[in-house]
């Protein structure tokens, strides 16, 4: 891995870092993009970091509003993923998805910055989402072509099976809990190839087997609590990031 000195983070929720909240500001998160730029920090002092990351940002948008100042920044590394608000949308379309996505990607690499891009989390391992399953994978497929073609490096989220544990998720089953956003940014790292002893692939302590009347209130608290709401959004057609902005729109050291 060559010297990192501007790191930019680009996406949606998955990138903002939702839901790993910051110690005692519980309405400010982490996640594994900044877990990410502090261990890089570590190997390359003087690190500039900026995360442009917008939760319910579909493809489209984070193309149009985010790749444009990720290549003003000028990086050395961009992370980029996206599509995964899009594939949970009524006719989303993965092929042409992915000519809006090979665009982004052109750009990016036009800068010299080195890409990383992920594939989508395989929906048969999770507690939702197996509806999708045919058009993620098929997305899956093109992210993979794009890569090839661009010279990008590829995070693949299909087969990490670390991650169907239920502890990797919160309890919205959407994004990632702050152990799953920490294994995240050791497995971004791999990647990126290097190691600091730590290992996204750390079994799992055992878990306690939860009875049928839990597991049933849990999925009652989950469909009032997350699923009708998301709903609501979708059919008012409002997103959960309305009026918000990147919390890191500057390269700026840790």
Known sequence: MGQIRTYVA?????TEGMNDPVPGEPDRYRGWADRLAERLAQHGPGLRYANLAVRGRLLRQIADDQVPRAVELRPDLVTLCAGGNDMLRPGADPDALAVVFDEAVRRLRATGARVVIFTGFDPRG???????????????????????RRGCTVVDLWSTTAFYDARAWYEDRIHLSSEGHRRMALLVGEVLGFSDGESWRDPWPPAETADWLTMRREDLHWARAYLLPWIGRRATGRSSGDGRGPKRPTALPL
């Open 10 to 14: 680009i996406g949606d929720s998955f």
């Open 126 to 148: 999770l507690r939702t989402g197996h509806r999708i399953r045919g058009k993620a994978a098929t997305f899956n497929m093109h992210l993979r072509a794009i890569a090839d």
